[in-house]
C-alpha cells in the first residue's frame, strides 16, 4: 500500500493512516449491521449505518490524498481501482439505505464483501510512479472509468439482496429483515440499475476506443465478456418480466451474473491477451 | 406471416437470442480467432488438433463475427427488435390514452384508511410524493394519480436505440475499410495493395484504396519523467488527386479527417536506420531497418541483420542518445560489429553521416535515423446511427428502470350519517395501484401514502 515516492512521502502515509481508519469504522459497522439484523434491534443498524457513513470521510481524504501524492485518479493501479470501487459501492449503500431505514440490514452482506476488495489492496504489488498512457485521456474515457463506479455499487446492493433473501427464505419470517417480496424488488432494481451503468461503462469504451483506434469494437476477450455480463443481466430482466422469475431463481440468476462480472473485472485480463490487461488486474 | 410473427415475439425466441448472442462472444474468447493470431499460431493450433481445427474451420467458429450464422443471428434478432418495437409501440400508444380507464388493476395494493380529507389536502399530498392527478379519470369521489409516465416509452426508447446499434454494425461490417501502413517520417503513402501492412474490409466492401497520397512530415514521441510514452504527435500532408495539399496534425485520441477516411496514429512506433553499402564491384545497397521501440526510452535496441547479395553479417546495438550510457556522446548512434567469413570481426560506433571500411574493401555509411509510425486509415460507415443508438438504449434503460410508470387509484367512500359537520366525517379511504415493476416497493409507497393521508387528516 506505501509507495515510496519522497517528494510525496507524507501524503502518502496520511493515505495510509486514512485507508486503515476507513477500513476500522467500516468493519465496526459491519458488527453493527450483524449485531441489528440478529437481533432485530433497529438502534444498531443506525449505528452501523452512522458508522460507515463516518468511514466515507477518510475513505475521501485516502483517495483524494493518494490522487495528490502520484498525480493521476485513482483508475490506473489495481489497488487504487479497488479502493475506489469499494468506496463507489459505499456511497450507493448509504444512499439507497438512507431512503429507507428498513433496508439497512443489507449491510450485513455489503460491508463485508467491500471489506474484501479493502484489503486485497494489501496483497497487490504497487508500483510507483506509474503515468497514465497515452490514450487515457478525453471525455469518454473519463465516462468509462466513472461509470463502473456506481455500476459495481448497483451490482453489490442487488447481490446483497439476493445473498439476503437466499438466507431469509430458509429460515422462518422473525419480522426482523425486509421481507422476502421486498428484498427481490431490491435485487430486480438494482439490477435494472447495474443494467443501465454497464450499459453506460461499455458505451463510453466503445466510443473511447473509436475516438483511440477507428474501431469501436474489437471482440477483444473483456469487451466479450463485458457484453456477456451485460447480456446475462438483460436476460434476467427478461426473464423477470416474461416468465415471471422471481425470488429464488431471480437470485441465483444475480449471484451467476455478479460472478460474471468480477471474473470480467478482475481475473480474465490475467487469463486471456486483452488490450485491458495492462490496466486491470 | 402471422406465425413468423408470433415466433418472432415469442419470449422463448427472445430469450434464445440473447442466450446465442452471449454464446457467440463466449466461443470468440476460447476459439483463436484468425483476424487476431499470426498464421504461424494457427498452423500449430491445426497441428496439435486437426480434428478440432476441422470442425472450427467447417462452422466458421475461427472466424465467428463475420460468419454467415453470426450475421443471420444478428439479421434474427434485428427482425424481433423490429417486430417488437412496432408492437411496443402500439401498446405505448394505448396505454397512453388509457390512462384514465378503469380497467380492472393488475398490481394492486388495496388499502384502506379512515380520514376526513379534502380534494385539495390529497391533491397536494400527492403533489409532494411525483404524482400527477389525472382530471378526467376523477369522479365526485374517485381519483387516479399517475407518475413517471414517461416510462412507458422506456421499452420502446430502449428497443429503438438496440435496434440502430444493430443496423448501425450491419451496416459498418458490409461496407467498413480499414488498413494499416508503416512509414517513416519524410515517405510517402498513396494506398498501393502491397504497401498495407494490414487491412481488414467489410463483406460487400471494394478493395481500400485511398484517393489521396499521405506523406508523414513529422512523427514525436514525449514521454513522461520515468521513460513512459505520454504522448505521441504526428503531422501528415494530404495531396488529392487534384493537387491540392492539407497539412493535418494527428496524435493519440486525436485522429485527422479527410474526406470522411480518418487517419490514426496506431500507438507503434520506433526508429528506422538507412544503412548504405558502397561496393567497388557492385551497385550500392541500402538497407532500410525498422527497430521496434525500446522498453525503456535510453534503452539500446539489439538487431541482427544480413546485407542482401552480400557475406556481411551485421549485429546492431542502436543507441537514440548515447550520452546516457557513456557520457561522451550526445546524439543517436550505431554499434556496429561486422562479420565475415574467415576475418575478425569489426567492431565500430557510428554517428549519423559517418562511415567505415569494411574488411573486404566495401563502405557501409549510416546514412540517417528517423522515426516509423503505424498510422490506420479506416472509413466507418453509419456511427451517427451508432451513437444516436447509444443515446437511446441508456436513455430507455433508465426510463424503464428508474422511472416505472405508476399509477395509484384513491377512493373515497361515504362518510357516516351520524357526522354533521364536514370536517369532522371520517371517511373510508381506499388506495390502489398499478406499476410492472417494484411491486413490493410501489406497495410500500402505498403505504406511506396511506399513513401520510391518515396523519394529515383531523381526528
Given amino acids: 500500500m506505501i509507495l515510496t515516492i519522497p517528494d510525496h512521502r507524507h501524503l502518502l502515509i496520511l493515505t495510509a493512516v486514512a485507508h486503515w481508519l476507513a477500513v476500522s469504522l467500516y468493519l465496526s459497522a459491519s458488527g453493527f449491521f450483524f449485531h441489528g439484523l440478529r437481533s432485530g434491534k433497529t438502534k444498531s443498524l443506525k449505528i452501523g449505518f452512522w458508522l460507515t457513513a463516518a468511514g466515507m470521510l477518510p475513505h475521501t481524504l485516502a483517495l483524494g490524498a493518494r490522487w495528490l501524492a502520484v498525480g493521476h485518479g485513482p483508475y490506473l493501479q489495481k ?51 506509474i503515468r497514465p498512457p497515452a490514450t487515457f485521456n478525453g471525455i469518454w474515457f473519463a465516462i468509462h472509468v466513472t461509470s463502473i463506479i456506481p455500476a459495481m455499487g448497483a451490482f453489490f446492493i442487488a447481490i446483497s439482496s439476493s445473498i439476503l433473501y437466499l438466507w431469509q427464505e430458509k429460515r422462518p419470517p422473525s419480522g426482523k429483515l ?3 417480496p421486498v428484498l427481490d424488488a431490491c435485487n430486480y432494481k438494482y439490477a435494472g440499475f447495474a443494467f443501465i451503468l454497464w450499459g453506460i461503462m461499455i458505451v463510453a469504451g466503445a466510443a473511447w476506443a ?15 465478456w463485458s457484453l456477456i455480463t451485460w447480456l446475462l443481466l438483460g436476460l434476467l430482466l427478461h426473464l423477470r418480466r416474461f416468465h415471471g422469475w422471481q425470488g429464488k431463481k ?22 486471456t491477451g486483452s488490450i485491458h490487461k495492462e490496466y486491470l488486474l | 406471416m402471422k406465425r413468423l410473427t408470433r415466433f418472432l415475439l415469442s419470449p422463448f425466441t427472445i430469450i434464445t437470442l440473447i442466450t446465442a448472442m452471449g454464446a457467440a462472444s463466449l466461443m470468440g474468447t476460447f476459439i483463436p480467432q484468425s483476424v487476431d493470431k499470426t498464421p504461424r499460431f494457427l498452423a500449430a493450433w491445426h497441428a496439435a488438433n486437426p480434428l478440432l481445427y476441422t470442425v472450427v474451420k467447417r462452422l466458421q467458429l475461427d472466424r465467428i463475427y463475420t460468419s454467415v450464422w453470426f450475421l443471420a443471428l444478428i439479421a434474427t434478432i434485428t427482425c424481433s427488435l423490429s417486430c417488437s418495437l412496432y408492437y411496443q409501440i402500439r401498446r405505448a400508444l394505448n396505454a397512453g390514452k388509457s390512462t384514465t380507464d378503469h380497467r380492472p388493476v393488475s398490481q394492486s395494493t388495496n388499502l384502506s384508511c379512515h380520514a376526513a380529507i379534502s380534494e385539495n389536502t390529497l391533491k397536494r399530498i400527492m403533489r409532494g410524493r411525483g404524482y400527477h392527478h389525472s382530471a378526467a379519470g376523477s369522479s365526485h369521489n374517485h381519483w387516479i394519480f399517475s407518475k413517471n409516465r414517461a416510462g412507458l416509452w422506456g421499452g420502446v426508447v430502449f428497443h429503438l436505440g438496440l435496434l440502430c446499434i444493430l443496423l448501425a454494425g450491419l451496416w459498418n461490417a458490409s461496407l467498413r475499410q480499414r488498413g494499416l501502413a508503416i512509414l517513416t ?24 484504396k485511398p484517393k489521396f497520397t499521405t506523406r508523414l512530415d513529422k ?48 500507438g507503434d512506433y520506433g526508429y528506422a536506420l538507412d544503412l548504405l553499402l558502397n561496393s567497388n564491384s557492385a551497385h550500392p545497397i541500402l538497407s532500410h531497418i525498422l527497430l521496434t521501440t525500446p522498453a525503456r526510452r535510453n534503452d539500446a535496441v539489439a538487431y541482427d541483420m544480413t546485407i542482401p547479395t552480400t557475406t556481411y553479417r551485421l549485429h546492431i546495438n542502436f543507441h537514440y542518445n548515447r550520452g546516457k550510457a557513456t557520457m561522451l556522446l550526445a546524439s543517436p548512434s550505431v554499434g556496429l560489429t561486422v562479420n565475415v567469413s ?67 387509484y384513491i377512493q373515497i367512500g361515504a362518510a357516516r350519517p351520524d357526522q354533521q359537520k364536514e370536517t369532522e366525517r371520517l371517511q373510508q379511504i381506499s388506495i390502489s395501484g398499478r406499476t410492472r415493476r417494484y411491486q413490493p416497493l410501489f406497495s410500500q409507497e402505498l403505504q406511506e401514502i396511506a399513513a401520510e393521508l391518515q396523519k394529515t387528516a383531523p381526528t
Fill in chain 1, 79 to 129: 489497488d487504487e481501482s479497488l479502493s475506489v470501487l469499494a468506496y463507489g459501492t459505499i456511497g450507493m449503500f448509504l444512499l439507497f439505505s438512507a431512503k429507507s431505514a428498513r433496508l439497512r440490514g443489507i449491510g450485513t452482506v455489503l460491508l463485508p464483501g467491500v471489506l474484501i476488495f479493502m484489503t486485497a489492496q494489501l496483497f497487490l504489488p504497487a508500483e510507483a510512479g
Fill in chain 2, 185 to 208: 517520417v519524410g515517405e510517402t503513402f498513396a494506398g498501393q495493395a502491397d504497401r498495407w501492412a494490414s487491412t481488414r474490409t467489410g463483406i460487400l466492401a471494394k478493395p481500400f
Fill in chain 1, 250 to 271: 431471480a437470485a441465483w440468476l444475480m449471484v451467476a451474473c455478479f460472478s460474471i462480472s468480477i471474473l470480467t473485472l478482475f481475473f480474465l485480463p490475467v487469463l
Fill in chain 1, 210 to 224: 473509436e475516438q483511440s483506434w477507428g474501431s469501436y469494437w474489437s471482440w477483444d476477450p473483456i469487451e466479450n
Fill in chain 2, 219 to 266: 512523427f514525436q514521441p514525449r514521454y513522461w519523467p520515468n521513460g513512459q510514452v505520454k504522448n505521441l504527435h504526428g503531422k501528415v500532408t494530404i495531396v488529392e488527386r487534384d493537387g491540392k495539399n492539407t497539412f493535418i496534425p494527428i496524435a493519440v485520441n486525436h485522429p485527422g479527417n479527410i474526406n470522411g477516411i480518418k487517419l490514426f496514429l496506431s
Fill in chain 1, 178 to 180: 425486509p421481507s422476502l
Fill in chain 2, 342 to 408: 574467415r576475418v575478425p570481426p569489426l567492431n565500430a560506433i557510428l554517428l549519423p553521416g559517418q562511415s567505415i571500411v569494411l574488411p573486404l574493401g566495401d563502405t557501409l555509411t549510416f546514412n540517417r535515423v528517423s522515426y516509423w509510425t503505424g498510422i490506420i486509415f479506416a472509413k466507418s460507415y453509419g456511427i451517427p446511427l451508432l451513437y444516436a443508438g447509444f443515446g437511446l438504449c441508456i436513455t430507455g434503460a433508465f426510463l424503464m428502470y428508474m422511472l416505472p410508470v405508476k399509477v395509484a
